[in-house]
Structures are given as C-alpha cells and as structure tokens.
C-alpha cells in the first residue's frame, strides 16, 4: 500500500474500510492483495479488514503474515458461518472508515478505484456508489455503465443490472438504517443487502468514467452452481417482500419486479438451458416457478417483457408444461448463420451484403402470418392456443426493432489466451434488414481499429430477430474475398478482409507502417466534409 502523505493520512482519518469475507483462498487472493498494495489513495486513510469465516490454521497463518507487514491491515477470526454474509457484517461493525468498500476473496481492485470512490461519494454526498465493474472471465450487463449517473433513481436508472455487493456504501448510513446480510447461508443475499440499501438511501451514485472493481470468475464458484429450486427460490421472495414493501402497486413496482421475473425465472427455462436439464429436475423447478410466477408476478410485469418472454411466462402461468419444453427446444435448434455473398470497396469503406439465415430442421424457423396490423408467428411448436392471451403471438412490435449488427473482436495475437481480448467487441456497422438474404452493411476501416495497435480483428454477426438474439461468425465462400482488391486511400492504413480455413473472415491492417495513410486520409476527409457544407 502506498506511503502517506497529505494532511488526510496525518490526521489519521479512515476514508474507507475494505471488508473481505474469507474463507480458505486460493493463489488468486496474492493478486487481491497486491491490488490492495497499489492503491493511489495513502496509507493510513484506508484499511483492510479480512474477515476469517473459520477456515482453519492454515488459513489463518497466511492472513497473519499479510498483516505483519501491513499495518492498516486487520485480520478478523470468526466462528465458521459457511456464507459470506456474516463475515461482512462484523466488517461493517469493526469499520473505521467512513465509507465501506465489500470485496471479493478472489476479485481484485484497479489501482485507483478507492480514491476515485472516495472522492466521488464526497463530491454528492452518496449513500451508495456503484463503481465500474469489469467482468474477467465473465460478461456483464453494459448498460448501467454507460455514463456517470451522481443521483441514480431507482426504477429509471439501470442501477438494477449489477445487484453485487461490490460497493461503496456510507458505514454510518448502514448502521443508522440496520441494513446487514442475513447470516447464514441464504441465496441472493446480495440482492437483499443491496435493495435494503437502494429504498433507504437518498443518495446512489454510479461512477463509469473509470474502471474500479475486476470481478473474476473461478470455475467452481457458487454462481456457477446449478440452483435448488426448493430453498431458493424462497429467498427469491423474501427479496421480492422489500420490492413490495417499499413500492405501491403500479409501473414502478412492476418494472421492477421485472428484473427477477426475467433474470431468476424466465432465463432459467429458456432454449439449451431448459433442454439440457433433466426430466426430474425440470419437474421440480416447475413445481415451484409456476405457483411462484402466479402468485408473484401479474400480467402488469410483461408489459415490458420481449416476445419470446411474454410467451414463456403465459406458457408458466397456464402450466402448460410440454408447451415450455417445445418453445425451449424451438430456441435450442434454430441455428442462425451469416454469410457475405458480395464485397467490395467503396472510396472510404467497404460495402458488404449479408445473407442471415435462421433455420430449425433445414426449413426457415421463423414463419409469419399477416394479417392487418399483426404478424403472428405461425412456425411455433405449440400444442394449441386457446387459452392463451389473445394477440400473444403478434410480433408486429418486435419486428420493428429487427437489426443486424456486424460486430470486431481483436484477435488475440500468437502465444495470447483468447480470454486476453474479452471485452474488446464493438459494433462496426448494421441496419434494419428489409429482408435477411440480403443485408447491405458497410463499415469504415478507420472506425473498426482501436487506437492501441490492434492490428487484427475477427468479424462476427449480432441479429435481433422478432425479440429473440442470435450470433454467428461471418463467413463468406472463397471467390467472394479472392478478387476482392485493395483497400483505397480514404480507408487509411491497408486493410484486408482475410478468409480463415474455416471460412471465417476477419480484418487485418497494416501495422506498425501506415501511419502516413491514416493522416492523408484524415485530411481528405476533413476536406471532403469541408467541401460538403
């Protein structure tokens, strides 16, 4: 941990306290705690509780010599809870920071992450500050990230989209409210602790200007566990209780209980996921959701739903149980490909035309039915409709916001794990397809490369189809690529659309030489868009 300086160290005021629940960690946590070490707020105005769930001498030997040579590090021997809930709580009690910052055992910190928390809490007076999470090994929601928000509001705001404990939360806000991790071990306590939080506070902040927390995946982690569907969804609804407990019937509760319905419920008995399970299992998680989804959550939830939702949770509603099992094999088999048919070089870009197909069985999956202003979707295998909500079928809506996305990852370069380029997709081109045989996209070369040396990216296609998503590596056959040419001047250092074995293309560009056609063709279009006026 850095050296003090400044007034703040010498007076000898705690900013933070960093509260760690562990529990028998692995060689991951060195990498914790050498992120701990290189924090650029000062040492003594930070500290470090790790909170020992009883996880024996070992254990506890290794924390020790962590804190010998730290002196803001503190280590807490509790009786073995067997959840991290517990732990937490008596690092909030022990705190001496004005704020508290929750950390995972096996994720880590950027480097300056509690300053610019600190300081951002200052600056609006926050109860709560959600910092940017970047996912390692994982995905996570993008939204909520988009855009520094100092004064959230819950049910506007995306602030629902990351329901982790890794946050900053004002320590006297929390002991003044009684808000505290259930002890024990109790599914979605996250989601409790946070919610409690978000309804008391008066202030939630959320910093995405720069990364804070690096939440890493380890296999075998309890996320990645598959549920038991008769003790957790209980807990699903005791956090459900403090959503209805703080809101009146209405939009705002419904747009809320939204976020549960889909993520904890409908995701769960969708395509692949809901196919693979087995017959006993999917039996008893049905038991359970059904009665759960009837009781809980009202046609007042859907309304916000996509299409392929709103049908699995009237299916869920009506107990049509052979029903869910077809949607879900309908979503299973339908294999979406993507495929360039023509290319060629613009004076700036390159002009692609894409084939999309989405076929179950060889045949084409998604077969409409037009009448008036309806399109019903008529290629569902379901058993019968009646019963169902009239107009259920109807994608007209959906069908409006059907696009085809080209998306660029960086390709990792030789001796790189592919795991080195996770979080480097963007969007380089797309449209509202007329038709999906034929889907003109073009892209700019100058736009497709980062500014950091990525020489090479693999090309891949996004498709929202009817509210269902689908990807797919573009391909394209030999002799669409073999005369296709060089890349003109406007398009800035040369590229190439490079066919892989496997008939997947990416883009290469001309590094580290170049640099010359990049700034000739930044003028020309300067004065292109000049003369254009």
Known sequence: MSSATG???????????????????????DDLIASL???????????????????????????????????????????????????????????????????????RLYPR??????????????????????????????????????????????????????????TAFLRENGIRFPDGKVRLEDHLFVMQAYFAADTISVLASEPCYAWVKEPGSASSARIEPESYFPHLETVL?????????????????RHWFRGKILNRIAGRRMVKYPAEYRDRLLDVVVPLTQRRFGPGVDAGLSFPQRI????????????????????????????????????????????????????????FETVGSADRLVSLPLSATEGLPSGLLNARKERRADRVDLVARDTPTPGQAPEATAG???????????????????????KVFREDGAREADLTVAVRYAGWMFTAPLTAAPDVTAHLGRSPLLAGRRVELVRNEDGSLRLRREWPGGAWRDALARAARRVRSRLRR
């Open 113 to 170: 992450a509690l300053e610019r928390l600190c300081d951002y809490a200052d600056e609006n007076g926050s109860d709560v500050v959600v910092g940017k999470e970047v996912g390692i090994g994982r995905k996570l929601p993008a939204k909520i990230f988009q855009r520094d928000i100092p004064h959230a509001v819950l049910g506007e705001d995306p602030i629902l989209e990351m329901l982790t404990p890794h946050k900053m939360f004002r």
């Open 424 to 446: 480097s997709e963007r969007k380089i081109g797309g449209r509202r397809p007329k038709r999906l045989d034929a889907v003109p996209i073009a892209l700019d070369p100058m």
């Open 312 to 367: 699995r949770a009237a299916l869920l509603r009506a107990d049509r149980r052979d029903d869910l099992l077809a949607l879900a094999a309908f979503e299973a088999e339908t294999t979406c490909t993507a495929a360039v048919t023509s290319a060629r070089w613009s004076r700036g870009g390159l002009q692609l035309t894409v084939r999309v197909r989405l076929l179950r069985d060889g045949e084409e999956a998604f077969v």
């Open 241 to 257: 209780d403090v959503v209805e407990a703080n809101t009146e019937p209405g939009k705002v509760r419904d747009r809320l209980l």
């Open 37 to 107: 070490d290189a924090q650029t707020l000062p040492a003594g105005s930070f500290e470090v509780l790790l909170c020992d769930d009883g996880s024996g001498e070992e254990t506890a030997a290794r924390l020790e010599s962590i804190a010998k040579d730290r002196p803001d590090v503190r280590v807490l021997s509790l009786p073995h809870s067997g959840w991290p809930g517990t732990p937490r709580n008596r690092g909030v009690e022990e705190a001496r920071g004005t704020y508290v910052q929750f950390v995972d055992q096996d994720d």
């Open 7 to 29: 007034d703040e160290a010498a007076g000898g005021r705690v900013r933070v306290s960093v509260v760690v629940p562990v529990f028998r960690p692995k060689a991951s946590f």
